[in-house]
Structures are given as structure tokens and as C-alpha cells.
């Protein structure tokens, strides 16, 4: 039997928190997950099981590895989608955090051929190209669910080397290096799919030129805090 | 006199239970009822007396028959339109539960011909195809409800075998196999409605297939009880 | 000095409660306000002194005449536009309360010529058609306020024998032979305008036709207490 | 040492209630920031550390000078764009308040050639014009933000003599004769925005002119009171 050393508490703390800010800030509703690498095993990761994330407290969190077995089974259901998550941290070593959702916003993006482009600073980070998973391609006529390992390294390959990827009928992925990173480009990639959706109204829009895309999105990742923050007091109700 | 056992006091919780999310999702306001099927007798169906379906308790429900007159006149006034409920059971013998409500994403798809279909998995139901309930071809002139027999049956007759119907002018009205199946109905076709009045602003949604869409209905079916812990605990405060 | 008996304690409850709903329902911000008929002196009605409808309370309500002169000045401000109730009032004895709005939904009608139009049975009332008040036409460059007399009346001979007028860069007034009646009103008729607004986008939709209208908007007088007692609840807290 | 003089304790409440009101009412989210001259100092103004508006409390102001050095180092991060503030203060001795915000409804407008107007009397402020600062014309490929007194400058000089300019990109800036008047028009340039955007959508709209623009504006200075009163109360759940 694999024995993995406990996560840190704080670490644990955070993933809850941020299960409990992308509920708050409708990123997710009663589905969608948040996951966050093992800090000190980088071939396991943690993730709520089969729960709403608006309901997730640190006893709902398992253990998973990267082929996204639960390293002990605690006997409950497990999110089917759970290979989005292990097969992300497979083929991107640098990912610590990974979202995956349905924000209403980023639908009608997934669903279309308009790209999604940046039309601000805070999502600087889109600028480096959205890509959609066309789950056809591999899976044939499916239930849209990223259910297989299969399914999750040709989801992982769509999105290669990129923060954010839409998946058409279905939602969206994102990846950070924290959960406070993720949850900030989860926040913004929806808020900036509503804004864009706004603006083509107005006439062709003026993104962020590909460098002030990267110049902003390094400068944001130093303000995660304050996001955070902010968001955690409306998520928890805390001072 | 007809006697009829006491439903299950289980039934009769998630049937409040029921009232209070549709209320807190935004499917109904003052108006629209949801009702079911009695558990102990099929030709008899539970839902509150004539009130805002935010402001039911138990004590305000009432058992009518496929007639939908109360088995037990409680000398209250009543939904005037509970004549939807009482068809649609008759017609369709597995339905166990049914929505009435007029969700504002859903009234613009019942004034116009654009169809309403399934742009992601959450509302793969809609697949079936979502027809537009025309009073005047039954009623001519009307005040729009559906308050004699004769338009209950006409109302169930255009709903046909499908989960979900339109009704031009008014509203829409759903049907599930059990409170939780049709509560997610209700607020998945409403999302739906909204998520492609938007991606149609950018060009023409790729919809499921038929086929994905049949696959990912049956999918979601197995997850009510996520979207149902999750709503119970924002409509009732509850932890 | 003019006596005029104090009003039912039951309407001025209702009264306060009224302003409540407004704000909680969004028809007002801090702005706009609701008038009564006196109900022992039809020459009077009573409003609340300058103050935003979300704060006001029985001691802030001031009876005026239909000249809009308080009746005992309490040496406070007042609505500077309380022309539009006074005025209203005179020309319209059957109307018993006047809401003036700056609801959002309402304001694109306001500036443009797209009829508001009944697109469900909700907002029958609007089928008698809704007028624009274009304040150029009487008070030539305004500050858009209806801030005079003639600018009273020149609105309620706009709004004729209609329940609701679109007022152009400025808002909407709506009136009712209750408080519960006009406040239904202003709610649905910025729900319709949302809802309208949206349908479009999809083609032209089908309207209620005039005659089902008119019997959509009587049977709907009928269920008034039944969303007033849901808006109260939301408004005031109490169960 | 500079010696300044303490501000009045009844600006510094003011100043924190202005941050949460902004936040409440949707202006800024985690991001953004409000400030006001010193009372006492007009070469000083007073704003919050790098902190969400949300979270701001007296003990996290500081002074500023006009060159947006902190006047006492508390050894704390501080807004990279305080510059957008002291540069203002320095070319328009007669503003009092500064909001930077990066409001929803403004950023389509910010990144199009639709220009804003005022749509009605509340914002007629607006009919001055509203400027579009691109940062590129002073600053080349940038992150975006006014990090620098060259920046600042620049974006004062394209304000220039209006009370609000849209930042390509990046957001807004409105400067006031008060607190209370900067925040009054914060929130209805952004609820302009977005009336504006809904009436687009029916047509070409008739907006306020400029004379009416003008008075419209003046009237509404007057009534400053009775909208900070009820966002205070909604921001600080004070009664």
C-alpha cells in the first residue's frame, strides 16, 4: 500500500477555500471542481469527492494519483471527470492547480468559432491563445464527460502548453501554479467572456496586442492576494 | 367520500423543499407550481393551495385528483391552472412530478421560432426537442391560462412524450420522474435558454447531437441529488 | 388652516411596505417614488418627504394636496417632482397610487421608438399601449424634471387613460387603483421590457393580441395579494 | 519631515465608506481605489494601502503627496497606480475625489469607438464627452497600467477638463467635487453604460443634448445625499 505523507493543513484549508470562492463567485454551480498537486508528493493530487464545491469541507478531500485512482478508497462516489484533473498534472509538470467548470459565460464561446481574446488587463493571461476540445475528435458520440483517461490526455494535448482551454457543449479547464492563481483565471477568464460578449456589440473590439497580454498578466499574478483575500471574506463570511 | 392514505412524509418535505429552490433559482416568482404524484395512489397528485410557491409549508398542500378537484375541499382558493398537473398525469402515466413557471429566459423562445436546444450536457433533455404550446389553436381568445380541462388536455397533447413545452405568451411547464428529476429540468432549460440566446449573438451554436444528447441526459440523471444537497442549502439556510 | 383626517394606519403601513418592495424589487434605486390616494380625502395623497424609498418610514410620509403643497409643511425637502402625482391625481380620479420610476429595463423604451409591447399574460395591462412623454414638447431644454405644475399635467395628459408612461431620458410612471396594483404594475412592466428586449434578438415576437391583453390584465388583478405578500417578505425580513 | 496636519476624522469615515460603497454597488471588485484631497492640505491626498476597496478601514489610509509618495513610509505595498490620482489632483486643482475603477459595463465602451452618453437625466454629467485614454500614444507597449508620473500625467492630460475618461484596455476614471460626488458618478456612468448598450439594441437612441445634459447634471448635484444615504446603508447593513 502507497503511503503519502498528510498534505499541509494549509493546503488544505486553501482548496477548500477555493471550492467555496468558485461557488461564490458562480464560477461553479452545483458541479465543476477544483484540485490542487500534493505539496509534498507531485504524483498525487487532492480533490473533493463526488460533492458541489459550495459544499466541500477538508473531510469530503481525497487523495488521488495521477492516473486518478484514490490512493486509499474511502468507499464514496468520486467525480467521473476526475481524468481532466489527473492527466493535466501528468503532461504539465508545472501546473500545481487545475479548475474545471461550467461558467455560463465561457459556453457560448465553447460552442462557436469567436475566439476568446483578452479586452483587459486582468485577463492578460487569455492572450496567449484559447483553444476548444473538440471531445468528437477522440471520444466519437459520448456524453460530452471527460470520463476516461483516454479522454483526459486528449484533453490535455488540446490545451497544451496553455492556461485555459473551452470544451465545447460542456465548459471550461484552467490552470495555474496555486489555487490562488487558478481561481483568479477562472474568475477572469468568465468575466472577460462577458465582456467581450458585450463589446462585439459595440463593433470589433481592440484586445490587448499579444505583448501587453503577457506584461499584464505577469503584473496581475503578483496581486493574487488581493483578490483572494477579498473573495475569501465573501465566500466564508469572515473579517 | 374518497379516502386517500397520507403521503409520504418524505414526499411531502421535498415537495416544500422543491417550492422553496424554485423560488430561490429565480424559475418561479409569485406564480408557478410544482406538484407530484401521490406515492400511495397514482391517480392523485399533491401541491400547495393557490400561494407564492417561496411561501409554502406543508400545511398549504393539497391532494387533487386527475380531475385536479381536492379530494378534501379545504374552503381555500386554488391554483387556478392545476388543470396543467392533473392532464399531463393522466397523460403521461410515468411522470411523477411536474413545473409549471414562467422563468424569464425561457418567455422569448415562446414568443418567436427559434428552437430551443441543448448547447451543453447539463440540458442534454432538451435533445427531444421542445415544442411551443399555442392556446388560441384550442382556446381561441383567452386570458392565456390554462384553466378548463379541455386546455389541460391540450396542453399535454402538444407536450407529447417530450420533458419540456413552451407555452407562447405565458410561460413554459416540465415534467420529471421525481421532484428532484424535474426541479433540474426546470433550472437546467432556463440556463440553457440564456447560455444560446448568447452564443447565437456570436454566429450559429454547434448543439449536441441528438445522440450526445441523449447520452448526457441520461449522465446527469444519475447526479440530481449534487445539484439537489446544494440548492436545498441555499433555498433553506440549512447546513 | 386645512383639517384632513389622519389616513387608515393600514394604508400608511402599506404605503411604507410599498417603497420597500420598489427598492428590493429594483424598480427604484435610491430614486423615484410612490404615492397614495388619501383614503379619507380624495383631494389629498400621501408620499414621503425627500428620501430615498428604501429608507422611508411612517414618520416620513407627508400628505399633500393635489397642488402638491403639503398640507403642514414639517420643514423638510421634498420630491421636487411630486407634480406628477398631484397632477395625475386630478386628472385621473379612479387612479388611487402612482408609482415614478427610473427602472433600467424601462429606460431604452424611453429612448427610442420600439413599442413596449405585452409578451406575456404577466404584463397584459400594457396592452392599451404605453406612451412617451417627450418633455421638449411642453418645457422646451429642461433639466428633465417634472418640477412644475404644467409639466404635471403635460404628463398626465400624455399619459391619458393608460397605466403606464414612458417618460424619454428620464424614466417611466405607472398608476393603479391600489398600492398593490401599481407596484405589480412596475414590476411586470420592466420584467415585460427585459423580456421583450431579449426576444427580439431572436425576430419579431408574437405579442398577446389586444383582446388577450385585456383578459390576461383582469384575471391578473385578481392573484395581486399573492405576489405582494412573496415582495413583502423578501422586502421586510418578516415570515 | 513634512508635518501634516491630521484630516478631518469625518473625511477619513467618508473615505472608507466611499471604498465599500463602490464595492457594493459593483464599481470596483478586488481591484480599484478611491481617493481625496487632504482637507486640510491640498498638496496631500489620503487613499487606502494596496488593499481591496472592499476590505478598506481607517487604519489602512495614507497620505499621499501630489507626486503619490506616501508622506510617512508605513512600509506597506501601495496601489502601483496612485499615480492616476496625483496627477489628477495636480492639473485639476478643483477635484476633491478620484475613483479608478475597472467597472463591467465600462470596459466594452473603453475598447470600441461607440462613444458614451447620457441616455438620461442621472448621468447627465456625461454630456461633457468622455474621453479614451490610450496608453500606447504615451507609453508604448505596456502592462497596461499608469505605474508611472509620466503615465499619470498623460492620462490627466487626456482627461482634461471632463469629470470621467475610459482607459483602453484597462478601465475608468472619474474625479468629483466630493466623495459623495465622485461615487454618485462612478455608479451611473456605469449603469449609463449599460442602459446605453441595451438601447443600442433598439435602434439609434435619442440621448439627453448638451444643454439639457448640463442641467440635468446640475439638479442631480443636489440630491447627492439621498443616494449616499441609501448605498451606506446597503454597504455598511447600518440603519
Given at each position: ?6 498534505a499541509?493543513p494549509?493546503l488544505v484549508a ?44 477538508p ?181
Amino acid at each position: 500500500m502507497t503511503i503519502v505523507p498528510p498534505a499541509d493543513p494549509a493546503l488544505v484549508a486553501e482548496l477548500v477555500t477555493g471550492n467555496r470562492i468558485l461557488y461564490d463567485q458562480k464560477i461553479v454551480d452545483a458541479f465543476g471542481h477544483l484540485s490542487v498537486r500534493h505539496d509534498k508528493d507531485p504524483t498525487k493530487y487532492l480533490m473533493s469527492r463526488h460533492l458541489a464545491p459550495g459544499l466541500v469541507t477538508p473531510d469530503d478531500l481525497v487523495t488521488f494519483d495521477l492516473d486518478s485512482v484514490p490512493v486509499v478508497d474511502i468507499g464514496k462516489r468520486y467525480y467521473s471527470e476526475r481524468f481532466i484533473h489527473g492527466e493535466i498534472y501528468k503532461a504539465r509538470p508545472e501546473v500545481v492547480a487545475v479548475v474545471h467548470c461550467h461558467a455560463p459565460q465561457l459556453i457560448p464561446f465553447g460552442a462557436t468559432k469567436v475566439p476568446l481574446r483578452p479586452i483587459y488587463h486582468m485577463s492578460g493571461f487569455l492572450g496567449a491563445g484559447v483553444p476548444i476540445f473538440e471531445i468528437r475528435d477522440t471520444g466519437g458520440i459520448t456524453d460530452m464527460l471527460v470520463r476516461t483517461p483516454v479522454l483526459g490526455r486528449a484533453l490535455a494535448a488540446s490545451l497544451g502548453d496553455k492556461p485555459v482551454i473551452l470544451m465545447r457543449g460542456h465548459g471550461a479547464t484552467m490552470v495555474g501554479n496555486s489555487i490562488k492563481h487558478v481561481v483568479y483565471r477562472a474568475v477572469y477568464a468568465a468575466l472577460n467572456a462577458a465582456l467581450q460578449m458585450e463589446a462585439l456589440r459595440l463593433g470589433e473590439p481592440m484586445f490587448l496586442s499579444e505583448e501587453e497580454a503577457v506584461l499584464a498578466a505577469q503584473r496581475n499574478d503578483n496581486a493574487l492576494d488581493r483578490a483572494w483575500n477579498m473573495w475569501q471574506r465573501e465566500a466564508l463570511g469572515a473579517n
